[in-house]
């Protein structure tokens, strides 16, 4: 489907420094599943008093649904709109489209009123099994034939990688591994690769072993008390896994396994290719907190319930398929998220935002509440925190702590960085009173190191590399941060909070947010360190704007979430 819409929106604040942008979401619904996706904006534009927009993208139809995607039921399209703090689901205006140019081979569709009618033509989609055989044996014979014809040119390659090592032909400058010999064979199967159509490497081999150890271990009978637990994000217990860990450790009947580590297919040894396979083949229940990219390239039994305990509060930056058309968002053809049976998250609100994120059914998300926060209701927890840290940091005793912690830019950590040039420490201290003192606490994918003045290293402290900055949060009386979702914690709190949005209008463009940023943010809006400066001695904080901003992401303010989570987790057991 080939979609082009245009409109214009009418308001008296709207002026060409505007920074919110309309939203339309496309809503499909086939009774048993709903999905949302992002209908892309390529232009957009503010002038006195009015907005344009207008956008055009392809949308696969067939790869719409997961649960139900090979059952092709028929379905509707409504359009979701949502512009500054205005949402309206399933938008009631004539979709008529001006022009239609289609065949109604495989989807014939019609037009009601607010909403379009899709009706799959099955065997049209499928194809007839004789052509598919067909298909199929044509494609594997031209395969079979590219690959035959690259091992008679092996020898060639090799003779060429020769060649190219003695300096007779310049060696493409992709190849710089120190050790000769991986160069020499990485160039040698590069071309045998780019030959026979048929890519050879450790990382292609892995991931076919992944995916073949997996059918192996499906032999296997689930064990019905299993649970395991995966994360790309540690290599301990802790995050909501401990919470949630304490709670269940206790109950002789569970079988509990725990994977922990960075390691994604490329980087796993065949020992963990077979123990991340059997797991997810004889497990009941999987549980993550992160995205996990290994565990889509397989199809879960249908036994097997996949739980996705989403490690950030709220929705706050877009991510996954909400970011369709960005950097690093995820392709409507992807698996990336789409295989979960549940994710819990914090509030309803957030509800249909993960939805849109991560391509999945409204019913399959969870307000359950983040296990993790259930610290901020524990006072005992909250005195021991500010306790050691004290005892760890003295000079910070009868000190205002102000908690610089901003995110990253860049798209990945390989390329994440932060501009401390501008968070000047030493003007900071020199211009707020004396009795204020600053910890730093950059994103953990930040490598940038802040520059502290020797003359304030009484009153400054990179906390950076260690210290859990939920803890730091029981000790901090003001927090200067960007876009981070520390401010969903920090709103349980009522901390007072400053915004450093210097690059707003750039992060918008780039990656925008699930809210209008200006509207909606628990905070003081600093453009500039003097606004940040005034706001500080002038305790301009905007502390009103924090309890409307944590009803809107939290449904329970109770220390339960873990608890909840549980019974979740024990509901999928039965």
Request: glycine share 4%; proline share 4%.
């Amino acid at each position: 489907m080939i979609l082009t819409i245009m409109g214009t929106i009418t308001d008296d604040c709207i002026n060409s420094h505007f920074v919110s942008k309309p939203k339309l979401i496309l809503h499909f619904d086939n009774g048993e599943e709903d999905r949302r996706i992002p209908f892309v904006l390529s232009n957009v534009i503010h002038t006195e008093g009015k907005c344009y927009f207008s956008g055009r993208y392809t949308y696969r139809l067939d790869l719409l649904f997961w649960k139900t995607r090979n059952r092709y039921l028929p379905f509707d399209m409504y359009l979701n709109f949502s512009f500054v703090d205005y949402y309206e689901e399933k938008l009631d205006v004539d979709m008529t489209p001006e022009v239609i140019e289609a065949d109604e081979h495989k989807f014939r569709f019609t037009c009601s009123g607010n909403h379009f009618s899709f009706l799959p033509v099955k065997r049209s989609i499928m194809r007839p099994l004789p052509v598919r055989f067909f298909v199929n044996f044509i494609h594997k014979l031209t395969k079979f034939v590219e690959y035959m014809c690259a091992v008679l040119m092996f020898p060639l390659f090799l003779i060429e990688s020769l060649m190219h090592f003695t300096g007779v032909l310049r060696l493409p400058t992709r190849f710089n591994d120190e050790s000769t010999t991986k160069r020499f064979f990485a160039f040698t199967l590069w071309r045998f690769s780019n030959t026979s159509n048929c890519k050879v490497s450790l990382w292609t081999f892995k991931r076919w072993l992944f995916k073949q150890s997996y059918q192996f271990f499906k032999l296997f009978r689930i064990k019905k008390n299993k649970l395991t637990f995966i994360s790309l994000r540690r290599n301990d217990i802790s995050g909501n896994f401990a919470f949630v860990y304490d709670k269940i450790k206790d109950d002789k009947n569970l079988k509990i396994h725990f994977i922990l580590n960075e390691h994604t297919i490329s980087f796993m040894t065949f020992r963990e290719i077979f123990d991340f396979t059997f797991s997810c083949a004889t497990s009941k229940i999987v549980v993550l907190d992160e995205f996990t990219p290994m565990i889509h390239y397989i199809d879960l039994r249908k036994d097997t319930k996949l739980i996705q305990l989403w490690h950030a509060c709220g929705a706050f930056k877009t991510f996954g398929f909400t970011r369709l058309s960005k950097p690093k968002g995820s392709p409507q053809t992807t698996r990336n998220h789409r295989s979960y049976d549940y994710v819990t998250v914090s509030s309803t609100y957030c509800k249909k935002c993960h939805s849109e994120g991560f391509g999945i059914s409204t019913d399959s998300i969870v307000a359950t509440g983040i296990p993790r926060t259930d610290v901020f209701f524990d006072d005992a927890y909250k005195e021991k925190a500010r306790a050691q840290f004290f005892e760890a940091h003295p000079q910070f005793i009868g000190k205002k702590i102000i908690l610089f912690a901003p995110t990253f830019r860049g798209t990945v950590r390989e390329t994440a960085f932060y501009p401390t040039e501008l968070f000047d420490v030493g003007r900071v201290c020199r211009s707020v009173p004396d009795d204020y003192a600053i910890i730093i606490k950059h994103h953990p994918f930040v490598t940038d190191v802040q520059p502290i003045p020797e003359e304030f290293s009484d009153r400054v402290i990179d906390l950076s590399e260690d210290t859990e900055l939920n803890d730091l949060l029981f000790i901090t009386d003001v927090i200067i941060t960007d876009y981070s979702s520390l401010v969903f914690e920090a709103s349980l709190l009522y901390i007072p909070m400053i915004f450093y949005a210097f690059d707003l209008e750039k992060y918008i463009n780039e990656r925008d947010f699930y809210f209008d940023f200006k509207r909606y943010v628990p905070g003081k809006i600093a453009y500039s360190l003097d606004d940040i400066i005034d706001a500080v001695n002038n305790e301009d904080y905007c502390t009103e704007k924090i309890g409307p901003f944590a009803d809107m992401f939290f449904d329970h303010r109770d220390g339960k979430a873990t608890d909840r989570v549980v019974k979740l987790l024990y509901d999928n057991l039965k």
